[in-house]
């Protein structure tokens, strides 16, 4: 078998934007896990399976999107390519535009992007602006600067070059699966990805590529559900720093997916996203973002208030990696355990811990 070379050189390439002009600027991006969740299968009685988008090159579900956008970017001869975050589309977009040779410079809220994010921005060389605002603000700003600048604006809004290469996530739950699950759980932040995976979803049904259409559930933070309230929120709250989005630029696409799917967009609160967030680690072995267990927190939600008909087949997209947020994962606090370095000072450590009985 052939080995996987990223979106632009896969079978799904006749479904991208791409021409032979176009240089595949790629890092392998796709092709990620479909997990079956036995504890979450078991616990619903459906069959639940994980997306594990933090299995893409830059850890989230932004390099789907972004080897389309930046390939096109160099295709165009660009020179610098610009986008507002809240952290995963700017390690995203370095990363590309390193790949490509091309400058980048990500706007981001001042204090409210997880650092493993910044990290990897910082260590992609993009320039990094922090501004004094949130996500809302940084996009405003990115897009008015693009309107006078001969830069590419590389965010998801009216994109269609980032929605097209996120749509493949579909394409490939699809083929995974034979047909389209009959519900589709994800987070939902600036309104992108749903739109999105919506999208692909109609673009292979039409084509006869799966017998039906799932039900699209997004679920945003409690404290930044504009989605929910209908209205956009001034000051969005939540932990979950990915989806701190008051005013979703792809607000109508996003509402469209729910409608049209017959799906819903739901609240869930950051205990239920935390409390998902552990589960995922403890039951599953996947380790994600606080945001990315939203989908799960929202699925679990409904289970507990018996809207969840069992019998079904629902995939989670989980959106980033784990390793993004260590502040995230050690908030609870972590209190080592220290010793000397003999065998039986380890041994009398464990002896604390349910290793006991094998130990003694
Ligand atoms: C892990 O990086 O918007 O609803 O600037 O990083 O398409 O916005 C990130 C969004 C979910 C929400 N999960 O997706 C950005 C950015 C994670 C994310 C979302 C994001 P959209």
């Known amino acids: ?28 991006e796709g092709n990620t896990p479909l997990l079956r969740s036995r504890h979450l299968s ?31 970017a160099a295709e165009d001869g660009a020179e610098l390519v610009l986008c507002a975050s809240t952290g995963n589309t700017s390690a995203s977009a370095a990363a590309y535009a390193a790949r490509a040779g091309i400058a980048s410079a990500v706007l981001v809220p ?33 897009r008015d600067l693009a309107d006078h600048h001969p830069v590419a604006l590389v965010n998801s809004v009216g994109n269609e070059l980032r929605l097209s290469g996120q749509r493949t996530v579909a ?18 932040g600036n309104g992108g990805n749903i739109t999105a995976t919506w999208g692909g979803y109609r673009t292979f049904h039409a084509a006869g590529r799966s017998g039906r259409l799932p ?3 997004g679920f945003q933070a409690a404290g930044a559900a504009p989605l929910v309230h209908g209205e956009p929120v001034a000051e969005p709250q939540t932990a979950a720093s990915a989806i ?6 792809t607000w109508q696409g996003a509402v469209d997916a729910r409608d049209e799917s017959d799906g819903l967009i739901g609240a869930v609160t950051d205990e239920q996203i935390f409390d998902a967030y552990q589960l995922l680690a403890r039951k599953d072995g996947v380790f994600v973002e606080p945001a990315s267990a939203a ?24 959106t980033g990696n784990g390793l993004k947020d260590q502040d995230a994962s050690l908030r609870d606090g972590y209190t080592p355990v ?22 003694s």
Request: charged share 25%; with cysteine; hydrophobic share 40%.
């Open 110 to 142: 001042a204090g409210r992007v997880a650092l493993g994010k910044l990290g990897q921005a910082v260590r992609y060389g993009a320039r990094i602006v922090e501004v004094a605002g949130t996500f809302d603000d940084c996009l405003r700003i990115a």
């Open 42 to 72: 078991d616990l619903t009685g459906c069959d639940v399976r994980l997306k594990v988008e933090g299995a893409n090159p830059t850890g989230s579900f932004k390099d789907r999107g972004m080897t389309v956008a930046i390939s096109k």
């Open 215 to 217: 039900r699209m559930w």
């Open 295 to 318: 989908g799960v927190a929202g699925l679990l939600d409904r289970h507990d208030r018996g809207l969840l008909a069992r019998g079904q087949t629902i995939v989670i997209t989980l």
């Open 171 to 188: 394409y490939e739950t699809v083929d995974a699966l034979g047909a389209a699950p009959d519900i589709h759980c994800l987070p939902v």
């Open 1 to 28: 078998m052939e080995s996987w070379q990223g979106l632009i050189d896969s079978e799904y390439r006749r479904w991208l934007p791409v021409t032979d002009r176009t240089p595949s600027v790629s890092l392998n």
């Open 338 to 359: 220290e010793t000397g370095s003999s065998t039986a000072e380890v041994a009398r450590a464990l002896s604390h811990t349910a290793l006991a009985s094998a130990l």
């Open 244 to 249: 701190r989005v008051g005013d979703p630029a």
